[in-house]
């Protein structure tokens, strides 16, 4: 499916106008055909063509002659004449043609296997899990969206900062989890939690970041969701947009030269792909044959930008082919639909040691962060359509009833449970002491220097000065 895609889309770029410059412009056409015929060993050149220093100098006879002998040269059985500049191999064209955005070939498909319904439209793809894996998909897709509903109401209270809910895009996360190895290391953007959570993140490590308290090994010094885990191979989460990208290029170039087997997934929105480090990345893990796969979560807004304004061309797959890299679409909603796709990107990417991008199409149901009121820029009309006609959650859920797998009693015990786990986890992070003051300025470097050493000891006798200032009971002693 990646090779017809690739082919199927592959970006040519014509340019009609190359032969009649060669016919009209004798200087322009003697340094291209010079450049031509010197890549041909210079067989059919006369040697007055290459004789002058500066190649652009040959004399236009020169060049007329130079011309005549290539084209006599050719027989029918050659095919079409090739472009033989070292930059793009192509047929040459008569005809000016521009390679019109979106008309000529149309959208980029999008993969699906399941309807919202949650029926399999072609039984020949459906990865048939056993009922323990369906089971561990749902369960982590509905523990996330309960855990994403008690944290998002704790920063209303103020209980916590800050939070970014995963709202509708929970089968991009399970769906790609499930395809990788354990091992495969991750690079986020901030809307991957399930990831996390598929991989066995524990609900206290989520509460324990988000509460920044002294057992998050962040040291509390990130904004809530900002989640790392050197123990599950997720790289910590930083918020600058899609500088991941290119780190994530150079890991998987480093995979592949300790011949570990491995890949490494990054995953983004279709906003931070505007961003230059999304071009560099694409770039360097093509060009390093580097066993990357790029995961764009396509999910509509950046913010309140929408797609309309983040981009023109056929969303962000329809790049994939000018990095010269394997792409597919998929839709984002069908958990299965989103295995598939990642499972056979993976394996290409390791046993090919090449990228891969995924593009996932879906919705970002709930508002951007609790820093954001979406119903500023979208209908509450539009949300209400995903949340009633077209959730992975529900699509999931409609499968699995129809195998008689779930049932409405099922589904009310495991939000009670689920409830009852995040709400007692929350409280025991939200008891926590918040981490020791050192920590302000260790890991700044490897080790203090004697500056942060000076402006620790400056802090301390300032709060030693102002005790009613500064809640120290609340924080571990150092
Ligand atoms: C370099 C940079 N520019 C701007 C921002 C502010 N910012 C944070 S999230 C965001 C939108 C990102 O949208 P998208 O990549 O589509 O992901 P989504 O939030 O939709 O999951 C912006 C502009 C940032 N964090 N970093």
């Known amino acids: 499916m990646l090779q017809a895609s690739r082919s ?75 472009t033989l500049y070292p930059g793009a191999t192509a047929p040459f064209t008569d005809k000016l043609e521009f390679l019109r955005n979106g008309t000529d070939r149309g959208p980029i498909p999008c993969y ?59 089968a991009t996360h399970i769906g790609s989890a499930a395809a990788l190895d354990d091992r495969d290391m991750v690079f986020g953007q901030y809307r991957e939690a399930g990831v996390l959570m598929w991989r066995g993140f524990t609900l206290d490590e989520f509460m324990n970041q988000c509460y920044s308290n002294s057992k998050d090994p962040g040291k509390g010094r990130q904004m809530p969701v900002h989640y790392g885990s050197k123990r599950l191979n997720f790289q910590t989460i930083s918020s600058p947009l899609a500088t991941q990208m290119p780190q994530a290029a150079g890991a998987a170039y480093a995979f592949k030269r300790a011949g570990n087997g491995l890949a490494v997934i990054c995953y983004f929105g279709e906003g931070a792909a505007s961003e230059g480090d999304a071009h560099a990345a694409f770039n360097i893990a093509s060009t390093t044959d580097a066993p990357c796969i ?40 069908d958990v299965f639909a989103v295995y598939n796709a990642t499972k056979a990107a993976r394996k290409f990417a390791v046993e090919q040691n090449r990228p891969v991008l995924i593009e996932a199409m879906t919705y970002r149901v709930g508002h951007h962060s609790t820093s954001d009121d979406s119903s500023a820029y979208r209908q509450a009309t539009e949300v209400n359509r995903w949340v009633k006609e077209d959730h992975p959650i529900t699509r999931l859920r409609l499968y699995m009833e129809k195998k008689g797998l779930w049932d409405e009693a099922r ?56 005790p009613a200032d500064y809640p120290t009971q609340l924080y571990e002693k150092d």
């Open 112 to 170: 699906r296997i399941m309807d919202r319904t949650g029926t399999i439209l072609d039984g020949s793809q459906d990865p048939n899990f056993d009922t323990a894996t369906l089971e561990k998909m749902y369960v982590t897709m509905s523990r996330l969206n309960v855990m994403d509903g008690i944290l998002y109401e704790s920063q209303r209270q103020g209980r916590i900062s800050f939070y970014m809910t995963n709202y509708g895009e929970e």
């Open 8 to 82: 199927k889309h592959s970006v040519f770029l014509f340019h009609p106008m190359f032969n009649q410059l060669i016919r009209t412009l004798p200087a322009v056409a003697s340094r291209c055909v010079v450049a031509r015929a010197s890549a041909r060993s210079m067989h059919a050149v006369s040697a007055a063509a290459l004789a002058g220093k500066p190649q652009i100098n040959a004399s236009a006879a020169a060049v007329t002659a130079t011309t005549a002998t290539v084209v006599k040269g050719k027989t029918p059985a050659e095919g079409p004449e090739m």
């Open 294 to 333: 790029f995961f764009c979560r396509n999910n509509g807004y950046a913010i309140s930008t929408p797609t309309r304004d983040q981009y023109r061309g056929d969303g962000i797959a329809s790049r994939g082919a000018g990095y010269g890299i394997d792409t597919i679409r998929v839709d984002g909603n």
């Open 411 to 466: 589904e009310q015990a495991l939000k009670k449970e689920a409830r009852a786990q995040v709400l007692d986890h929350f409280q025991k992070a939200e008891t926590e002491l918040k981490p020791a003051i050192k920590h302000l300025f260790t890991d700044v470097f490897d080790t203090v220097p004697l500056h942060l050493q000076r402006q620790q000891e400056e802090m301390r006798a300032h709060i030693a000065k102002y």
